[in-house]
């Protein structure tokens, strides 16, 4: 079993930036692929980004190429998402994921999960 607890959303202007942190326990998370998604209101859970359990892999959904950026430190179990000129439309709960192997951009492929954590970027 893996823990996962994310912290760092907020309300936030567009053009601002935010942090997200995951911080993970249980089972061993050096060996994790971990995975990013987010829900806005009324649409489906979508892949935002994921890293390979070194950090030598990182995947970054189109939409937020070149703004958000997936890291991971192991020795402190936790997994960042570095958020910079946020758009109202990044507005959703952001979900830390975990799997065992290589990361993974579909939301049915990872069994772990947090609770979510809220971002909402005003205009």
């Known amino acids: 079993q893996v823990q996962l607890v994310e912290s760092g959303g907020g309300l936030v202007q567009a053009g601002g930036s935010l942090r997200l942190s995951c911080a993970a326990s249980?089972?061993?998370?050096?060996?994790?692929?971990m995975g990013w998604f987010r829900q806005a209101p009324g649409k489906e859970r979508e892949f935002v980004a994921a890293i390979s359990w070194s950090g030598g892999m990182t995947y970054h959904a189109d939409s937020v190429k070149g703004r958000f950026t997936i890291s991971r430190d192991n020795a402190k179990n936790t997994v960042y998402l570095q958020m910079n000129s946020l758009l109202p439309e990044d507005t959703a709960v952001y979900y830390c994921?975990?799997?065992?192997?290589?990361?993974?951009?579909?939301?049915?492929?990872?069994?772990?999960w947090g609770q979510g954590t809220q971002v909402t970027v005003s205009s």
């Open positions: 994921a975990a799997r065992s192997g290589i990361p993974a951009t579909k939301d049915y492929q990872y069994p772990y």
């Open positions: 249980g089972r061993t998370f050096s060996n994790a692929g």
